[in-house]
């Protein structure tokens, strides 16, 4: 049964991208499922960064082609950069001192950190969170190192299933429930007159998304 919900969920979405297709990205869409896996790339063979709760709002920027979609990271999200690849100003920005800096994607949920999407260029600005002495594993020997944690740099994507996401905000589709429970009720009270005294059903809550500091954006 959970295979044909999961599979019903994904049809379902992609239904409704297909109803987009005209759409611009960025797009809103909303986790449907609590404790949802967002990743470092697409694929679940790939480490997960964050775990979302059912109705928070994700802004979509990408889809691929297996079912994967690409969205902002979320409020939280950090990456790794060697701390010699950076000078530091006094207010936390640091400037990248040299052309192809690898950037790491980091996880809250896992210590594993070798994922690179993004190259950072010679002079591009960076937002420093921390700086923390790490071991990195190459050519077979360990490396002790300053890593400076920073905000994800422009470009850099988080990575969903697409069956984890719905088009409806958490509103709507609480809406929608009440008024599916408000007509079971009308019904069950025409056939059970003795049952209308009841009390109702308690309603299901939703929480709202939050909203996202607004301090990444896509390289133009």
Excluded at 1 to 12: H, Y
Excluded at 44 to 65: C, F, I, P, W
Excluded at 77 to 83: E, H, N, R
Aim: charged share 30%; with cysteine.
């Amino acid at each position: 049964m959970r295979g044909l919900s999961v599979i019903a969920g994904c049809c379902l979405f992609w239904t409704q991208l297909a109803l987009a297709a005209e759409q611009d990205f960025p797009y809103t869409a909303y986790i449907s499922q609590d404790g949802t896996a967002i990743r470092c790339a697409a694929g679940r063979n790939y480490y997960a960064t964050d775990q979302l709760k059912r109705g928070e709002m994700v802004e979509v920027h990408e889809h691929s082609k297996d079912g994967w979609c690409a969205i902002r990271p979320p409020e939280g999200s950090f990456s790794w950069v060697l701390a010699d690849s950076l000078r530091v100003d006094s207010d936390g920005i640091g400037i990248v001192l040299h052309d192809k800096t690898p950037c790491r994607v980091g996880s809250s949920v896992t210590d594993l950190w070798d994922v690179i999407q993004v190259r950072l260029s010679r002079a591009e600005e960076v937002e420093v969170l921390d700086a923390v002495l790490r071991e990195l594993k190459k050519d077979d020997k360990i490396e002790n190192s300053m890593w400076c944690k920073i905000a994800p740099p422009s470009g850099e994507f988080r990575w969903v299933e697409a069956a984890s996401l719905s088009r409806e905000t958490p509103a709507t589709v609480l809406a929608s429930n009440s008024d599916d429970q408000l007509e079971k009720r009308n019904d069950n009270t025409s056939t059970k007159p003795a049952e209308r005294n009841a009390d109702p059903a308690p309603a299901t809550v939703v929480d709202t998304a939050v909203s996202r500091a607004d301090r990444w954006e896509l390289d133009s």
